[in-house]
């Protein structure tokens, strides 16, 4: 918590910056080589927080699943990894709904 108080906002502007800077490095590496549009330009974008298990090819390939449905590339606030048990609880209704009763 203390480095980010130091912080000053040319020091996050900077770092904002440099990130934007690799990211448009990557997703230049990674992209398909068919010509692209030209990209929208990126005003002090806050970075995505790398959440611990979500590599950062995982990141660049939800980026441009979420680019490719909206249509332009959009900025990536926040992702979480949500755990259900939604499927095998539909998986056990199934089943259970598929025995005879009676």
């Known amino acids: 918590m203390e480095v980010m108080a130091t912080m000053t906002v040319a020091?996050?502007?900077a770092q904002i910056l440099e990130?934007?800077?690799?990211l448009a490095e990557l997703e230049a590496r990674n992209a398909p080589s068919r010509p692209a549009a030209?990209?929208?330009?990126?005003?002090?974008?806050?970075?995505?927080?790398m959440v611990e298990g979500i590599t950062e090819e995982e990141l660049?390939?939800?980026?441009?699943?979420v680019a490719a449905f909206l249509g332009v590339r959009a900025h990536i606030r926040q992702?979480?990894?949500?755990?259900?048990?939604?499927?095998?609880?539909?998986?056990?209704?199934?089943?259970?709904?598929?025995?005879?009763l009676g």
Request: charged letters at 15%; hydrophobic letters at 45%.
């Open 11 to 13: 020091d996050l502007e």
């Open 19 to 22: 990130l934007s800077k690799r």
């Open 38 to 49: 030209a990209p929208a330009p990126v005003e002090h974008a806050a970075p995505a927080p």
């Open 60 to 65: 660049l390939a939800i980026s441009a699943a």
């Open 79 to 100: 992702i979480r990894l949500v755990s259900t048990n939604a499927w095998a609880q539909q998986g056990r209704v199934s089943i259970q709904a598929s025995h005879r």
